[in-house]
C-alpha cells in the first residue's frame, strides 16, 4: 500500500486496541509518528514490529516490513514476523548446552534444533508497554519477567525493550537485561524488510560489512569455522544484487536455500555502533541503514516464505522479503571460541541497533 504522507508540526505516539487473545488479554497497537510522516506500529504482543512507513524518491510513502493486518495469524507465527526473539535468537544444536556443569534441555522446535526462543518464546507472550514523547523522539518501552525455566532456560531474565523514532528517520532498538542466575541472552529483532512495498527483494542491491561468515551443517548449525568471504557469495562488502549473488554455484547457498547465515561484522573496538549493512531498492530510491553493537548479523533471504500466508499486501511469497538480524552467532553456548551469550548475576546486557531509512 502507498500514501503520500502529511509532514506533522509535532511526533507523536497513539495506542489503539488490536485484538484479544484466547486468555482474555487485550493487544493495543502504538503507531509511532515522527515529524517527516515516518509512522511505525509496534504491538504490546511479541514486542512486535508490523509496519514502517517510509518515502520513495517521490516522496511516496509504503510499508516496508511484512505483517498482518489482525492479531489472529499472529498467534501462529512460525515465521517470526516483526518479532523480538528471546532468550536466544537463532539456533542452538539439538536444544543443548552446558553451563558451569550443569546440562540444560531446551524445546526442540526447529527439529532437530532449538530456533529462536523454543516453543513460546518472546514472540508469543505479552509485554508491558508505556509509550512515552521526548523532545525530538516518541517510542514505546517494553517490559517482561521470564521466568527460571520459561522454554528450559535457567534464572529469571528481566528484559527491557525500547523502540524509538527520531526526526532523521531512524528506528532505535535497544535491549537491556539482567538475570538471578547465569543463561544464555542473545536478543534481536525479525522484522522482514521489502523496501519496494511489494513483489521480491531479488532486485535490492545489498552491502554487508563483514570479511567472514559463519558456514553451517546441513542442519543450519555453524561447523565452528570463520571463513573468509572473499571469491564466494558472501563476499557483499562492495553493494551486490541479491538476485545475482544468491544464483551463483556454491554449497552453501544450497544448504541454505539462499542466505540463512551468520555473518561476522567488522567491528571497532569501542563497542560502539557501527554500520552492519546497507539495502537499496533501485526502483523507489529507498534505502535502509543497519547500524549494530553486535558481533555478527543474519542475513536471511526469505527462503521458507512460501504463500502459504496471506499477508497485509497479500500472499506471503518466496523471496518476498529479507531479514537483517543483528545478533552474538548461533550455537555460541557450545562453541567456546564464539563471542560468550552467557549472562551472570550482577552483569548487565546491553545492546543497541539501529535502522535508517531514507531516499535517494
Not at 123 to 152: I, L, N, Y
Not at 305 to 322: E, M, V
Amino acid at each position: 500500500m502507498t500514501s503520500v504522507e502529511p509532514v506533522s508540526a509535532s511526533a507523536t505516539v497513539t495506542e489503539a486496541p488490536f485484538g484479544v487473545l484466547p486468555d482474555g488479554a487485550h493487544v493495543s497497537v502504538f503507531t509511532l509518528t515522527n515529524r517527516q510522516g515516518m509512522r511505525v506500529k509496534v504491538l504490546d504482543f511479541g514486542a512486535i514490529i508490523s509496519e514502517i512507513h517510509v518515502p520513495d524518491h517521490h516522496g511516496v510513502f509504503a510499508d516496508v516490513v511484512l505483517g498482518f493486518e489482525r492479531l489472529e495469524p499472529y498467534l501462529a507465527n512460525s515465521a517470526f514476523l516483526g518479532a523480538v526473539i528471546g532468550r536466544f535468537g537463532n539456533r542452538i544444536a539439538a536444544g543443548r548446552f552446558s553451563l558451569d556443569g550443569k546440562d540444560y534441555q531446551l524445546a526442540v522446535n526447529n527439529a532437530p534444533n532449538h530456533l529462536h526462543g523454543g516453543n513460546q518464546g518472546f514472540h508469543q507472550v505479552m509485554w508491558q508497554a508505556e509509550p512515552f514523547t521526548r523532545d525530538d523522539t516518541v517510542g514505546v518501552t517494553f517490559k517482561r519477567s521470564s521466568p527460571d525455566g520459561e522454554d528450559g532456560y535457567p534464572g529469571r531474565l528481566d528484559v527491557t525493550l525500547t523502540y524509538e523514532l527520531d526526526d532523521d528517520n531512524a528506528l532505535s532498538l535497544r535491549y537491556h537485561a539482567v538475570t538471578d542466575q547465569a543463561t544464555p541472552v542473545n536478543l534481536t529483532n525479525h522484522s522482514y524488510f521489502n523496501l519496494a512495498g511489494q513483489g521480491t527483494i531479488l532486485g535490492h542491491e545489498l552491502t554487508i560489512h563483514a570479511d567472514r561468515y559463519l558456514p553451517v551443517d546441513a542442519g543450519s548449525i555453524p561447523t565452528g569455522e570463520l571463513a573468509d568471504v572473499s571469491g564466494t557469495p558472501f563476499d557483499l562488502r562492495q553493494s551486490t544484487i541479491i538476485g545475482d549473488s544468491i544464483a551463483l554455484p556454491h554449497e552453501q547457498i544450497r544448504i541454505g536455500r539462499g542466505y540463512d547465515h551468520n555473518f561476522v561484522l567488522n567491528q571497532q573496538a569501542d563497542h560502539r555502533l557501527n554500520l552492519a549493512a546497507s539495502v537499496r531498492d533501485p526502483v523507489s530510491g529507498r534505502v535502509m541503514q543497519v547500524y549494530t553493537q553486535e558481533p555478527g548479523m543474519q542475513f536471511y533471504s526469505g527462503n521458507f516464505l512460501d504463500g502459504s500466508q496471506h499477508g497485509k499486501q497479500g500472499p506471503i511469497c518466496y523471496r518476498g522479503a529479507l531479514c537483517l538480524e543483528t545478533q552474538h552467532f548461533p550455537d555460541a553456548p557450545n562453541q567456546s571460541h564464539f563471542p560468550s551469550t552467557i549472562l551472570r548475576p550482577g552483569q548487565v546486557y546491553q545492546t543497541q541497533t539501529v535502522y535508517r531509512f531514507s531516499a535517494e
